[in-house]
């Protein structure tokens, strides 16, 4: 696979930095043959996560964009309101910390004694009311091409990224059209689709023309975040569980998987869908691909 060059990555808004000393380590050790070896690996660092005065989580993260990730976090549960006056936000990089300061005076004590664990890496938690939030979703029809479906996963694909450098991590894309705008990588796919809700909140972007577009499993959780961000469409390289399926299903959420070159699969919210493109003029990916979906 040929990797993108400088000039088609200027549409990023922002792009991941494979480079980027603090997120990857050198490590030592042998190969199947004995010989020595030095591979790079992903860092997972903690951040714990305070609400004001309240601590919520934490969360293990590779640490870029510790700001974004504690926003998207919390608006992903509920903890910060669509019109939320947020008036701080902190981050302590010796202590590990980030801190959401709000107007209004907050206090989620009997939120958090309901939780559950979710079933990405790096695991993370859902708290116990964020399903009765789904009642209220009301995504809109927004169409999408399968034209610009193709040229993303394309774009995407080659993009230089930690995966491609050293595995062991999930990326997440929102789109526009046939543009990737913002693409984050993580541990954990709940952590890298919480940095991009951060990121609609803080810079104030509309959700309703966009797509985000992951290389993880099309999960429950992943199925409510992008519901509850207010986006109609998710795209994926992996696979469905049959939950994250029946909540799309019943939000109206265009769920498609199992992209891969010409190929893909639209389990839920199919008549979004525009069929423009002939899958037979588009480039099909060999069935061992260099870039495979994860699988965690």
């Known amino acids: ?34 010989a020595e070896v030095a ?30 990730l504690a926003l998207g976090f919390l608006r992903n549960q509920g903890m910060l309101r669509p019109d939320e006056e947020i008036t701080g936000l902190d981050y302590d990089e010796e202590l590990e910390t980030v801190v959401v300061r709000t107007k209004r005076a907050t206090d989620y004590e009997d939120k958090m004694q309901r939780k559950t664990r979710t079933s990405g890496c790096a695991v993370g938690t859902v708290f116990g009311d964020m399903m009765e939030g789904l009642a209220e979703v009301s995504l809109p029809e927004t169409s999408v091409r399968t ?11 080659r993009t230089p990224s930690l995966y491609l450098e050293a595995g062991a991590i999930h990326g997440t894309v929102l789109c526009q059209g046939d543009r990737p705008l913002v693409y984050m990588e993580d541990v954990g796919r709940h952590n890298a689709v919480d940095k991009i809700a951060g990121w609609m909140l803080s810079e104030g972007v509309g959700a309703e023309d966009k797509v985000l577009y992951t290389t993880g499993r099309l999960t429950s959780e992943m199925v409510i975040k992008t519901a509850m961000m207010g986006i109609p469409v998710l795209a994926s390289r992996s696979g469905f569980t049959a939950w994250g399926v029946e909540i799309a299903q019943q939000v109206n959420l265009t769920l498609i998987g199992r992209m891969r070159g010409q190929r893909f699969t639209c389990l839920a919210g199919e008549g979004r ?15 061992k691909s260099g870039r495979k979906g994860a699988k965690d």
């Open 273 to 287: 869908l525009i069929r423009d493109a002939d899958p037979a003029s588009v480039a099909d990916e060999p069935r």
């Open 147 to 157: 034209s610009d479906l193709y040229a993303l996963a394309a774009k995407i694909n």
């Open 39 to 68: 591979i790079n690996v992903v860092e997972e660092r903690p951040l714990t996560i305070f609400l004001n005065r309240q601590e919520i989580v934490t969360a293990m993260t590779i640490g870029d964009y510790p700001a974004y």
């Open 1 to 34: 696979m040929q990797l993108a060059r400088d000039n088609e990555l200027s549409n990023y808004l922002i792009a991941p930095d494979p480079t980027a000393v603090r997120l990857t380590r050198s490590v030592s050790g042998v190969d199947h043959t004995g």
